[in-house]
């Protein structure tokens, strides 16, 4: 028998969304989560394990300590923004159970081994990129100087880093995540405000191509490299799926980019049109008319687009891949067809000034997409962008977070404040849903889709929050007056 083995995503702040499959870790406007969806693979591969995802399902510390007592080896998923946090969890879990072995796995670790194995005294190992097979060998008892993809100290306190572990090529022979869904999670705990209620989440691809500069899967985790399942096995398991799930509205294939390669799209569509399955994606804007008209007859309804900035030089300056043109027309066939868009915003990437953001504001709201996302441009370690703000000195606090989990400015360019962006985001939000046009179609299609309880939920949710961050933002605005008045009296 493997080691007892609890894979974790751990709790943290308050609604915290963070690690595991969150692209962006943060407590969210509006509290939602997505899927484990990383550490539902290697729970798939041994018997007796359990996967625990604190979060969603309102398990506290102290709660996921008492667990933990019971199991043998930990497998903690860790975030740049929950780290800290992270670590004295896993120190108060090897005082209540001092002979469980535990290992980190997930970005930071990846980027930085040295820092976690100096900084936490009971990791065991850390595991660098894809994890699925080396914490599985690890269960099965395996050295740690056999494991490959890990970094460990040895004996005499020495770090020492195994080779590389290649990349997973074979998703066909990887379990199904519904299926540990099934067994050690509750799906009607995973809201995201966009999709329907209650959804399921998965992958049918791993790795991105493309080269975005401030993205942190393919950089940190996933790799560029763009790996897919048959769509045989895909269309298995959605069948599979809906079977186990009935109650189930939505499926949600959270790859990287779910529809880069054109012949798969339209190949794996027909196998999803006779499951009768309502089901969305994340896309890029190259995705072609035909490609898409295929999705929307197979049951997609919705697609997550990173349009990131409506400013043709920014796009430029992230390696974005896309034209400002190209995203018009992409909209426009999606409109057209009757697919629904999600659209992503970043303001404070590379370049940006007052003007840009203007500019991106207008852009959103000619594009008049169904939802948005507005975050604020994170340099996560590992990623260019990191590399680029660390070299010209534009990072002005590692911490990315406001002590809430809130994400938080702490990149600053010349003429650009971090109050600035914030404030900008905030802004952003109001100018696009306080349309009348928009407030309309939010509320019809909570009606149409009978989630009116819901929308007053996260209505109330956000009106709230916007009550909070105003405030913030008018004391903060008095307190900088009130600095530089005694700046003007101290030099009179």
């Known amino acids: 028998m493997p080691l007892k083995t609890l894979f974790l995503n751990p709790p943290s702040f308050e609604n915290f969304d963070g690690g595991a499959s969150s692209r962006w870790p943060a407590t969210r406007e509006i509290e939602s989560y997505w899927y484990p969806v990383w550490l539902a693979y290697p729970a798939g591969m041994l018997e007796g394990s359990k996967l625990l995802d604190a979060p969603p399902h309102h398990v506290s510390a102290d709660e996921t300590i008492e667990i933990a007592k019971s199991y043998e080896f930990l497998v903690l998923f860790t975030s740049t923004v929950g780290w800290s946090g992270d670590h004295g969890l896993a120190r108060a879990i090897k005082n209540a159970n001092p002979t469980i072995r535990i290992a980190f796995v997930g970005p930071p670790v990846t980027t930085d081994p040295d820092r976690a194995l100096n900084e936490c005294e009971v990791i065991d190992f850390v595991c660098r990129r894809e994890f699925d097979f080396s914490v599985v060998e690890y269960a099965n008892g395996k050295p740690l100087n056999e494991i490959l993809g890990i970094s460990y100290k040895d004996s005499s306190g020495v770090i020492q880093h195994n080779p590389d572990r290649p990349q997973v090529e074979d998703l066909d022979a990887m379990p199904w995540a519904t299926k540990i869904y099934k067994r050690d999670m509750d799906v009607t705990r995973y809201n995201v405000p966009f999709l329907l209620h209650p959804y399921i989440s998965l992958y049918s691809t791993r790795g991105c191509p493309a080269q975005c500069t401030f993205c942190l899967w393919p950089q940190t985790l996933s790799g560029h490299a763009w790996r897919k399942r048959s769509s045989d096995d895909v269309a298995a398991e959605m069948k599979w799926a809906k079977e186990n799930f009935p ?246």
């Open 247 to 492: 109650h189930v509205k939505e499926f949600f294939f959270d790859d990287d980019t779910f529809n880069i390669q054109k012949a798969r799209t339209i190949e794996l569509c027909a196998k999803l049109k006779p499951l009768g399955i309502t089901w969305s994606c994340t896309s890029r804007v190259t995705t072609d008319r035909d490609t898409l008209k295929a999705m929307k007859e197979a049951g997609c309804r919705l697609l997550i687009v990173g349009f990131e900035s409506g400013d043709p030089q920014i796009l430029k300056n992230i390696k974005k891949g896309a034209t400002v043109e190209r995203a018009r027309d992409f909209v426009k066939d999606c409109h057209d067809l009757g697919l629904i868009i999600h659209a992503d915003f970043i303001l404070g990437l590379p370049g940006e000034t007052k003007e840009s953001i203007r500019n991106t504001i207008n852009f959103a709201k000619t594009l008049d997409c169904e939802t948005i996302q507005v975050s604020v441009a994170h340099a996560y370690p590992g990623t260019e962008f990191y590399d680029f703000a660390k070299r010209n000195s534009f990072i002005t606090n590692e911490k990315m977070e406001d002590g809430g989990g809130h994400q938080m400015a702490h990149i600053e360019y010349p003429g650009l404040p971090t109050e600035y962006v914030m404030e900008m985001v905030h802004k952003f939000y109001d100018e696009y849903y306080f349309r009348p046009k928009a407030a309309f179609r939010v509320v019809w299609k909570a009606v149409v889709n009978r989630d009116v309880p819901r929308l007053y939920v996260e209505a109330k949710a956000f009106m709230k929050l916007r009550s909070q961050r105003n405030k913030a933002s008018r004391l903060k605005k008095e307190e900088n007056a009130l600095k530089a008045q005694e700046s003007v009296s101290m030099n009179a």
